[in-house]
């Protein structure tokens, strides 16, 4: 199972609450969650239950369908409650529909590089969740670092596991230089590999409530297009809280399995700034940048050209929205800048000019009083709804591809570098007959252009 229910900023201006760092590509042309998928090529497993947050299904689609994840498993919560009740969800699903052997439980946002180390520890951790244990991977700590949580091994378990003596929060300098040095504790990844059913058992055991939340949230479940739905009542009567918190720091089960596999949670801009290559500058530079005589540089450009000149250990990201400069070494304090744009209800940090539809995405390239403008994206086959708006009027320039339209009684085709009006108040849908991607600029005008001013009258998707 897959975790993608995050809505972390740490990564702000590229993550976003409704594009976080899972959906974004940082390291290649790949989002992280692409190559979590694809770090599960060659297994022996079934296909993958993704647990994603209701408001990023179509994007979470999305990205499964790119990744070629035939036959996983959409889950939705319908609001967050913590990595104890999601995981319990995926186990509950595995013994429902019968699935052998331990379950697999990886964030959807890490890096893992050292693919051979991986699946090395992987089968370590398998053979002691076939005897019962609750098996997490300690990352073997290469520096005392203060922004992870530790877990203390105790005595071997066969070959390449050990018993869990404790988990320790995120601790000061002084005692990560410590654990350093004493060599029992490592890193907590937050990769498991769980017997289902002893996880539910011991959930069972020292939360019942929450398990007896997500019981009535899988026995009430419905299927959505793509997703599966628990019963969304029944989901948010669970307590929230993490495996760690809930299970792991309390049965007598849990074992860790090291793991020196180059792990990262790309927690930070430092943290990305550590994974991607550097040039003899130490500059990890992406996008269309230039750099000159400056030093340990983290710049990520999205829409035009960055340039920097004589600065050091900065983190420079700039996107069509918002740019932001920054100490590297301080990335960690990022969120406590993002609190403050948020108590100023800045929609910077909620919102992306990209926003995905089931139907495809659009992009919106300029907004003004009375207009906006939109590069929109439809994909083979799919359809709009049918719908309209009693604000705006809707001006459509094909760019590639082949557009069908309804405008009230009548259907009729454009072409490349054909357009058509959609007056106010007019009923139309869009739609794309062809095998590759239409493509169009939509032009809007009118007195009000928010998103609610759309009336659906008839939609494949189940939107209402």
């Known amino acids: 199972m897959i975790l993608a229910g995050g809505d972390g900023v740490r990564l702000w201006p590229l993550s976003r609450r409704q594009r976080p760092k899972q959906f974004l590509s940082l390291l290649d042309e790949r989002s992280l969650l692409g190559q979590t998928l694809a770090r599960l090529e060659g297994l022996e497993a079934t296909p993958p239950i993704v647990i994603c947050h209701e408001a990023h299904r179509f994007l979470a689609a999305e990205q499964l369908r790119r990744a070629g994840a035939v036959g996983a498993t959409l889950l939705l919560e319908p609001e967050g409650r913590g990595t104890a009740p999601a995981i319990a969800l995926a186990a509950l699903l595995a013994e429902a529909e019968g699935r052998d052997g331990p379950l697999l439980v990886l964030p959807s946002d890490h890096h893992l590089p050292d693919e051979a180390a991986f699946r090395s520890a992987l089968g370590a951790a398998a053979r002691l969740a076939g005897q019962g244990r609750l098996v997490t991977f300690g990352v073997v700590p290469i520096r005392a670092e203060t922004g ?24 000061d300098a002084a005692t990560a230089e410590a654990f350093l040095v004493a060599g029992d504790h490592y890193w907590n990844s ?12 011991a959930l069972g055991a020292f939360e019942p409530a929450m398990l007896d939340a997500c019981r009535r949230a899988m026995a009430g479940a419905a299927t959505d297009l793509d997703f599966l739905r628990p019963a969304p009542d029944a989901f948010l009567a669970s307590p ?8 792991m720091e309390r049965t007598e089960a849990a074992a860790m399995v090291p793991l020196a596999a180059g792990w990262s949670d790309i927690g930070s801009w430092q943290a990305l700034w550590e ?44 996107t069509d929205d ?15 800048l993002v609190a403050r744009l948020e108590e100023q209800g800045r929609d910077e940090t909620r919102r992306t000019t990209t926003v995905f539809r089931p139907w495809g995405h659009y992009q919106s390239l300029d907004v003004g009083p009375r207009h906006q403008v939109k590069h929109i994206t439809v994909r083979p086959g799919a359809r709009l709804s049918r719908q309209l708006h009693h604000h705006r009027a809707e001006h459509w320039v094909v760019v590639s591809g082949t557009a069908r339209v309804t405008l009230d009684d009548e259907t009729y085709l454009i072409g490349e570098n054909e357009s058509t009006f959609i007056p106010v108040g007019r009923v139309h849908c869009l739609e794309n007959p062809g095998s590759v991607s239409l493509e169009l600029i939509e032009v809007q005008s009118g007195s009000y252009l928010g998103e609610d001013d759309i009336v659906r009258l008839d939609d494949r998707y189940g939107r209402e």
Request: charged share 20%; proline share 4%; glycine share 12%.
């Open 322 to 336: 918002a740019v932001l400069v920054a100490d590297r070494t301080r990335a960690q304090a990022l969120r406590g």
């Open 240 to 247: 929230a809280g993490s495996i760690d918190v809930a299970v």
């Open 275 to 318: 994974a991607l290559p550097r040039d003899a500058d130490d500059n990890a530079l992406r996008g269309d940048v230039v750099c000159a005589a400056s030093h340990g540089l983290m710049v990520h450009a999205e829409s035009r050209l960055v340039a920097a000149l004589g600065v050091e250990d900065l983190v420079i990201v700039e």
């Open 190 to 201: 937050g990769i498991f590999v769980l017997p289902a059913g002893g996880y539910l058992a």
């Open 148 to 171: 992870y949580g530790y877990i203390r091994a105790g005595e071997p378990l066969g070959e390449a596991g050990f018993s869990v003596v404790r988990f320790v929060e995120k601790p």
